[in-house]
């Protein structure tokens, strides 16, 4: 089952097992909640997501550069 799951969230079992740093970040039901129905999407609506996803991210981490 642990093997399963780190298949689906492309992690690892030691990661989901808390062997790691950010242990506590799948510890989180909503997010874990949001992960899983990103997981059941086709691959399109769940490539547009992650895009639109990756560009907040992109843009929340030059705007933190900008702020120094």
Known sequence: MAKKNSNNLNTTVGYLLG???KADLFKDP???QRL???DKMD???KSHI???L???IK???LRNIAAL
């Open 59 to 61: 843009s929340v981490k």
């Open 19 to 21: 062997e790691t740093d």
């Open 36 to 38: 899983a129905e990103l």
């Open 30 to 32: 909503v997010m874990l």
């Open 50 to 52: 992650l895009h639109v």
């Open 43 to 45: 691959g399109t609506e």
């Open 54 to 56: 990756d560009g907040f």
